[in-house]
């Protein structure tokens, strides 16, 4: 609810890359993320690292999680998968993947929020994919830099929007 609120306010769209086993434990937030006009995404069932996984353990857990989640967008966990999973996910899954350009840091308990919101300060520019993560070892960081992020940047015009799939 509470990043739900945060980009009304801004009517801010985001993308959601949702963990299959979480959509199936909180199915009322993935309704809300759609209804919102937020766009959903694939993010495996369970978190697996594409590079500690073997290709058909790890196309099967991308193929488990799209049993709950409708979307043709993908983004690995850790970011990390081998360039044979990346032909079998575009070619067999049929799925854009998507990666990000600014990693915030948020689930570093380390890192302070100031430090975690500066990160995305100094490199923003228009077009960029900003991962956060919405879960509680980010969240001290994650409800620091949100409203922040929203409030300065669309005060110089820039807008946040959802990802939408290749046609």
Known sequence: PYIMG???????????????????????????YIN????????????INGWKSADDIYLGDIAEAAKSIDSKLFRPPYG?????????????AGLTIVMWNILAGDWVPELSPEKCYQRIKKKIKAGDIIVLHESDKSWDR???VLPRLLYDFSKQGFQFLAITPKK
């Open 80 to 92: 990390r998968m081998k360039r044979s999973q990346v032909r079998r996910i575009n070619k067999e």
């Open 6 to 32: 945060e980009l009304k306010k801004y009517n801010a769209k985001a993308t959601f890359f949702c963990i299959g086993e979480n959509v199936e434990k909180y199915p009322e937030n993935y309704r809300q």
């Open 142 to 144: 994650m409800s620091y």
């Open 36 to 47: 919102e006009g937020h766009a959903v995404a694939n993010h495996t069932q369970h978190h």
